[in-house]
C-alpha cells in the first residue's frame, strides 16, 4: 500500500464517526508519516493517525509488528526518525505526565515483597512526589482506583500472591490512580482469564465514556473489533488506520499479516 493509502486511511480514522468522541473532542494523539526506529533504524514507519480525547485505538499485528513501539513512543521512549508526533499537542516525552501506561503483567517482580495498595500507591507518585507522605487524597484514588478494578477486598495482600489476571487489574489500577487523559496498555488481555478480561473491558469502557483516550495493543482480533473504536493494523509498517468494520474487514488485514488469496 502507498503512502498516499496510509493518509487516506488516517483521515478516515480523524473523520469517520468512530467512537463516541466528537471531532470537537481535543486531538490525544495525533502522528502524521511517522517512522520511529532504534538507533537510527526504523522499526515501524508511515504512521498516521489521530486520536481524540474519549476514543480507543487498538494497535492489532504480529509478533515484532511494531506496537510496543508505537505504545513506548507515545512516552517519548523511542526516536520519532521522520514526521510528526504529538500527544497532547507536545512532543510525546513533554507531556508523558498526561499519559499513563499500563505494562504487561510480569513485569513487575511477583516475588517482591510489597501490597496490593502500595503498587496502586506507585501511581500517584508523580503528584505526591517520592520523598512526601502519602495525602488523605492520593489513599482516596488509590482505594477508588482498586474499587474500580473490582479488587478492594486485596488491598492488603501481597502483589505476587495474586494470579496473573489479578496483578494486570492492579497495574491498570495504578495507572488510572494516577489520573491519566492518555492511557496505554501493552497486550492487556495477555494470558489473562475471563473474568479479568471482562473486568478490564468494562472500565475502559468506563474511563473512555469519561473521556480518557485509550491504546490498546492486542493480538486478540475479537476484542479489538468489540472495544475499540479505531484499528491501527501494523506490520513494520502502518497498513491501515480506521474504523474496526473497515480495517478488520478481511483485505487490509490479510496484507498485514501477509496472507495471499
Ligand atoms: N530496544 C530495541 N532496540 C532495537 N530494536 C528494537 C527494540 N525494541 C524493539 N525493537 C525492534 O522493533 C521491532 C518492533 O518490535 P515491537 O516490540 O514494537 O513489536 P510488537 O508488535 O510489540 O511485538 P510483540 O507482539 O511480539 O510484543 C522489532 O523488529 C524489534 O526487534
Known sequence: MSGTAAETSGTAAETSAAGKATVTAAKAVEYRGVSLGYQGKPALTDVDVTLREGQKLALVGPNGAGKSTLIKSMLGLVDVLQGSAAVFGRDPGAARG???????????????PISVRRVVMMGRYRRIGWWRPARAVDRKAVADALDRVGLADRATHRFGTLSGGQQQ???LARAIAAEPGLLLLDEPFNGVDVVSQEAIVRVLRELSAEGTALVVSTHDLTLARELADLVCLLNGRQWAAGPPDETLAGGPLRLTYGISG
Not at 98 to 112: C, E, M
Request: hydrophobic share 40%.
Open 169 to 171: 487489574r492492579v497495574l
Open 98 to 112: 498526561r499519559a499513563g501506561y499500563v505494562p504487561q503483567s510480569g513485569s513487575l517482580d511477583a516475588d517482591f
